[in-house]
């Protein structure tokens, strides 16, 4: 029987041998999955016992990874904002930038009570769940389009007990509020949708191929959803409100423009790699 720490080493060398990016930090989080101990634990006590069972679903799990299948999909969830949220086939992984959109309105929305908040193509939940999380006053409604989606979005939203606190929606934004105007208007929209130009998604890295095309789609141009946003939502966001959205590489100036005949101020926001991430449009003076 190897000690576990020779066990460690062989999930590292066998990612490296994939040619896998992050092979190491790929190989402790897996590892770390399925024998239920810390990195540190390891290193402290590399003679530590285990069930050696438990190798058959590392090396089904290794498998997977080395074909390219997201780490985010083989050990089922993933963090976001502080929170854990259940991800697989057919969800959009989250995303450290995406906690942009959820850390700007936690400080904007600070001491407004009941704001109407919308999540748009909300896929995991992880924008809409965050923000009703971080402010409980929050009227939060998330629409969603993919039956998929929609079923780890229920999930996370009982997960983090707000089943009886946040409304999922199943719709399709292209209608426009119009489509869903039984709802109140909204204060504040937010949204990552889609902004991939259609024929660049066969060029993507071979880990983003296996989340779904539907949220990765943003038409000939990428534009496709912010258009419809534009056109169809932020006319009917209540006065002193907003729209944050997240958007690609060099998108932000077309995406303003589109904004622009609707806002009285247009704001975006760069990401860690300083590339610009966050476009916001406000509405009239703020609440």
Same mark, same amino acid.
């Given at each position: 029987?190897r000690?576990?720490?020779?066990?460690?080493?062989?999930?590292? $060398?066998?990612?490296?041998?994939?040619?896998?990016?992050?092979?190491?930090?790929?190989?402790?989080?897996?590892?770390?999955t399925?024998?239920?101990?810390?990195?540190?634990?390891?290193?402290? =006590?590399?003679?530590?016992?285990?069930?050696?069972?438990?190798?058959?679903i590392?090396?089904?799990?290794? %498998?997977?990874?080395?074909? !390219?299948?997201?780490?985010?999909?083989?050990?089922?969830?993933?963090?976001?904002?502080?929170?854990?949220f259940?991800?697989? $086939? &057919?969800?959009?992984? +989250?995303?450290?930038?995406?906690?942009?959109?959820?850390?700007?309105?936690?400080?904007? #929305?600070e &001491?407004?009570?009941?704001p109407?908040?919308?999540? #748009?193509?909300?896929?995991?939940?992880?924008?809409? #769940?965050?923000v009703?999380?971080?402010l +409980?006053?929050?009227?939060?409604f998330?629409?969603?389009?993919?039956?998929?989606?929609?079923?780890?979005l229920?999930?996370?939203?009982?997960?983090?007990?707000?089943?009886?606190?946040?409304?999922?929606?199943?719709?399709?934004?292209?209608?426009?509020y119009?489509?869903?105007?039984?709802?109140?208007?909204? =204060?504040?929209?937010?949204?990552?949708? +889609?902004?991939?130009?259609?024929?660049?998604?066969?060029? #993507?890295? $071979? %880990?983003?191929?296996?989340?779904?095309?539907?949220?990765?789609?943003?038409?000939?141009?990428?534009?496709?959803?912010?258009r419809?946003?534009?056109?169809?939502?932020?006319?009917y966001?209540?006065?002193?409100?907003?729209?944050?959205?997240?958007? &690609?590489?060099?998108?932000?100036?077309d995406?303003?423009?589109?904004?622009?005949?609707?806002?009285?101020?247009?704001?975006?926001?760069?990401?860690?790699?300083?590339?610009?991430?966050?476009?916001? !449009?406000?509405? !009239?003076?703020?609440?």
């Open positions: 029987m000690k576990i720490g020779d066990v460690y080493r062989y999930a590292i $060398e066998r990612l490296n041998e994939a040619g896998t990016e992050n092979a190491a930090y790929d190989a402790k989080i897996i590892f770390e399925v024998f239920g101990v810390k990195y540190a634990d390891i290193i402290a =006590d590399p003679d530590m016992k285990y069930d050696e069972r438990l190798i058959d590392l090396d089904a799990m290794l %498998e997977q990874r080395s074909k !390219g299948v997201p780490l985010q999909y083989i050990i089922g969830e993933w963090d976001f904002m502080g929170f854990t259940k991800v697989g $086939e &057919g969800v959009l992984i +989250p995303r450290p930038e995406t906690e942009m959109l959820v850390e700007y309105t936690e400080k904007k #929305l &001491g407004v009570y009941r109407v908040v919308y999540d #748009l193509c909300s896929g995991s939940g992880c924008v809409g #769940l965050s009703k999380k971080l +409980p006053s929050a009227r939060v998330m629409i969603e389009k993919s039956d998929e989606a929609l079923k780890y229920n999930e996370n939203r009982d997960a983090l007990g707000l089943s009886q606190l946040a409304c999922v929606i199943k719709g399709d934004i292209t209608l426009g119009e489509g869903f105007s039984s709802l109140p208007k909204p =204060d504040v929209i937010l949204s990552n949708p +889609p902004y991939i130009c259609s024929d660049e998604l066969d060029s #993507l890295q $071979e %880990e983003v191929k296996h989340e779904p095309r539907m949220a990765l789609d943003g038409g000939k141009d990428g534009l496709d959803f912010y419809c946003l534009a056109e169809k939502w932020l006319p966001i209540n006065e002193g409100g907003y729209i944050a959205v997240e958007c &690609g590489e060099n998108q932000a100036d995406i303003s423009a589109m904004f622009m005949p609707h806002c009285e101020q247009i704001e975006v926001l760069n990401d860690f790699s300083d590339v610009q991430r966050i476009v916001i !449009g406000s509405v !009239g003076k703020k609440l």
